[in-house]
């Protein structure tokens, strides 16, 4: 068995039972505080999911580093080495989670070398287990999954978000994209969770999902599900997939991804 290989049966192990308590909560009332906005939500269950995860990680590699969500918000600086590292969003759609709307999920990922190993994304109301090991494929519950085969925009079924910031830059921006996208495509949704809607590509769901305002935990393990799918993460301007520039841009193919970075307005966000 690999390092890489015990990692993964380790961390599905730590993942399972953080869904047993978004399952538990999601239903009940929770205090919400704010954090960049009065729209940007954090419950104490994402502190204590973010909290099971590192402390069943570290336990076991106590050299293993983390970026977190919750313990970044509270003043830890990103920073992504060489060693491996554990990007973690306990709960990617806090806000679905806070209204009780079943589209939430713990995504995290596996970088060593700056390289993503591992992706898992599990939304635990649905009983949906996204997981990607690099080179090995991408499986839903353990069965194989693949994109669609979409190349054409215009037949594409596209994910989006309008996001938590309330910037009015930013949101002039995403409310162009929609209008501009509308006369594009056969048809634009939003599950309010950047991991899901990436593993809404690697299903073949949609063809493409774009957003500019994540953060690295919304998108690193997202990524790799969706290139081990056979599908493509690029940035939205067309160039590499930077998991620290806060842009993504994943897509069945490299055609409809470069067709939809080539009409969509740009918007940069200060970097992770
Ligand atoms: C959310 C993302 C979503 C984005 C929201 C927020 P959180 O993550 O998944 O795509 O539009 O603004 O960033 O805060 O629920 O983990």
Redesign the pocket.
Known sequence: MSNVDEYYTEILRFVKQAGSIVREKIYQHKDVLT?SCDV???TEW?QKVEKLLIDGISSRYPDHRFIG?ESTSSGQKIELTNSPTWII?P???????VHGLPY?CI?IALLINKITEIGIVYNPILEQLFTARKGQGAFLNGAPIHVSSEKELRQALVML?????RDPEKLKIVLQNITLLTSHVHGIR????????MCMVALGGVDASF?F???A??VAAGDLIVREAGGVSIDPAGGPFDVMSRRTLCASSMELAQQLSKILIQYYPERD
């Open positions: 954090k940007d939500f954090v994402d969500e969003d709960i990617d759609g806090t806000m679905n989670f939430t995504s978000e309008v996001g938590t910031s939003s599950f309010g969770a950047a991991a899901l809607n957003e305002g994540i953060h935990w919304d």
